[in-house]
């Protein structure tokens, strides 16, 4: 992709005409058509202040790069710099999720290893309780409206963009198999103990603030890794995501509106 096709590309996604391009940085719209049809280069000064209308580095718009897709096919365009800052964002929102399940599960500690009318249970449970909201809280904030239309449109990439996602998203899978896979099993052991404590079949123990600690840190695992796999899913098998029943139909909603 060159840089003019680059230039129409990300010019619009963000919904901008030449006009209001060239009245961004300081130029005229016939300046901006050249570039677009590589009939003129702009100067330095004029790509510093590409690179911070669309949010992405200069060495990105000057290199020549292959695509996974044609140009005229319809999609969003993301550039690297968008995919890793969509990224980032999303492991500090599903950090933020799996610390909320991990706080509320943990309620259950005090309940156990305090007596039934100690203020200290009431006390540990509601702190718990509270925190658990605060990350719940602090993750809905996390999460930025500019990525969200990752989710709503079909994605293109440059072809090495593609490839090192795709690579990363082999080593990251790994890994979050590793996590998912244990935490389930302690998630189903944990759950089949308090059934059979709640039931009566087992007493009540302070052992079982060990088991309700491994239960917290079992969510937490299972929310933070499944995250983070949907997360890259999301972009490497984007087109699993959008040929879904689901998609299709709220795309269509959207046109008819």
Request: contains cysteine; aromatic residues 12%; hydrophobic residues 45%.
């Amino acid at each position: 992709m060159k840089l003019g096709e680059k230039i129409v590309k990300l010019r619009k996604e963000r919904g901008l005409s030449q006009e209001a391009l060239a009245e961004q940085i300081g130029t005229t719209r016939q300046a901006v058509s050249k570039w677009e049809n590589d009939q003129g280069f702009p100067e330095t000064e004029k790509l510093l202040q590409l690179s911070n209308v669309f949010e992405v580095s200069v060495d990105f718009l000057l290199k020549d790069e292959k695509t996974e897709t044609g140009i005229d096919e319809k999609g969003y365009y993301v550039s690297r710099e968008f995919a890793r800052g969509y990224l980032a964002n999303e492991k500090k929102t599903v950090l933020g999720l799996g610390l909320c399940f991990f706080f509320w599960a943990l309620a259950g500690v005090p309940w156990v290893i305090f007596p039934e009318n100690a203020a200290w249970r009431m006390a540990g449970m509601g702190v718990c309780v509270i925190l658990g909201i605060l990350m719940l809280v602090s993750a809905m904030f996390t999460e930025q409206d500019r990525y969200k239309i990752l989710r709503r449109e079909p994605l293109l990439f440059d072809y090495d963009v593609l490839r090192e996602l795709t690579a990363e998203y082999g080593i990251v899978g790994k890994k979050c198999r590793w996590i998912a896979m244990p935490s389930v099993s302690m998630f189903i052991i944990g759950m089949i103990v308090i059934s059979l404590t709640v039931g009566g079949t087992i007493p009540w123990t302070g052992y079982h603030a060990l088991v309700i600690l491994v239960f917290a840190a079992s969510l937490f695992g299972y929310v933070y890794s499944l995250g983070l796999m949907e997360a890259y899913e999301l972009l490497v098998r984007n087109e699993k995501h959008t040929g879904s029943l689901w998609f299709r139909l709220k795309k269509k909603i959207r046109e008819k509106l």
